[in-house]
């Protein structure tokens, strides 16, 4: 399985981005994804969530800004970010699960995906 994340680049505050993350390999293996990110210094964190039902989850730090949304035909999702703030510029990395390892309940948790993307760079300037 691969992913490869794309969109990422440089936005005033207040602006949008949109990243995708376009996955191959499955071979029909339901999965569940997420974006984490992580801003020099600090820690890996998880940002968003879709499980293999279409539900999400987002961390509330970009509740009502972020928006995680899935294309099954192209094997894509992708999360919308408006109204971008200074503090989100981080790596953005895409994540996937297998459903064995996927939990809604703990879908912040990082031994929940078992594949990893590059990242892509986001930088919000004031």
């Known amino acids: 399985v691969q992913l490869e994340e794309s969109g990422g680049g440089s936005a005033q505050a207040g602006g949008s981005l949109r990243l995708s993350c376009e996955s191959s390999?499955?071979?029909?293996?339901?999965?569940?994804e997420a974006w984490f990110r992580q801003a020099p210094g600090k820690q890996r964190e998880a940002v968003a969530h879709i499980d293999s039902d279409g539900n999400t989850y987002y961390t509330d730090s970009v509740k009502d800004r972020f928006t995680i949304s899935q294309d099954n035909a192209k094997n894509t999702v992708y999360l919308q970010m408006n109204s971008l703030k200074p503090e989100d510029t981080a790596m953005y990395y895409c994540?996937?699960?297998?459903?064995?390892?996927?939990?809604?309940?703990?879908?912040?948790?990082?031994?929940?995906?078992?594949?990893w993307g590059q990242g892509t760079q986001v930088t919000v300037s004031s």
């Open positions: 994540a996937a699960g297998s459903l064995f390892l996927c939990s809604s309940s703990r879908w912040w948790d990082e031994s929940g995906y078992n594949y």
């Open positions: 390999g499955y071979n029909g293996v339901r999965y569940c």
